[in-house]
């Protein structure tokens, strides 16, 4: 038993309720039912020069050298900026997003609020005018597929 969406495959998530089984681990995206068949997700390549991007400030030294490690480290590992209210810690991932783009890869930018989402969408879509930027969140977009996706990290 495999759920189709997070690909669980511990048992003890497992539930079969009145219209079969069904995985609690990801029960917060919905419930989707092992028995339904699921049409495979069809995406979109990434746009051509997508990764072209340009920055309304240059950024600090300092800024400059964490964008660059940023960079560099995001193939192999995790990274965490944490830093204060604007400290600029969209713009220290900005290269990062390109990076990412230029390997044709899509970038999910996750965040907690509705708000800033939105906000947050305009501004990248100025950073990266050839890329397709969307924001999704609850009652906002039925788009889901771009080249750089800014959304909630919660259910609707």
Not at 64 to 81: F, G, M, N, T
Not at 102 to 125: T, Y
């Amino acid at each position: 038993m495999q759920c189709p969406r997070c690909l669980n495959t511990d048992r003890e998530y497992f539930y079969k309720g009145s219209r079969g089984w069904y995985c609690r681990k990801c029960i917060s995206f919905g419930r989707v039912m092992l028995e339904e068949e699921n049409e495979p997700v069809s995406l979109s390549p990434v746009s051509e020069g997508s990764e072209e991007y340009t920055l309304q400030y240059p950024l600090t030294k300092a800024q400059e050298k964490i964008a660059v490690r940023c960079a560099e480290l995001i193939d192999s590992s995790d990274v965490l900026l944490h830093c204060v209210c604007g400290a600029g810690k969209t713009e220290l991932v900005v290269m990062s997003i390109a990076k990412m783009l230029k390997e044709g890869k899509k970038v999910c930018f996750a965040i907690p609020r509705r708000q800033v989402v939105l906000e947050l969408r305009e501004r990248l879509a100025q950073y990266f005018p050839k890329a397709k930027v969307i924001a999704v969140c609850g009652g906002h977009t039925d788009v889901t597929d771009g080249d750089l996706i800014i959304c909630t990290t919660h259910g609707v």
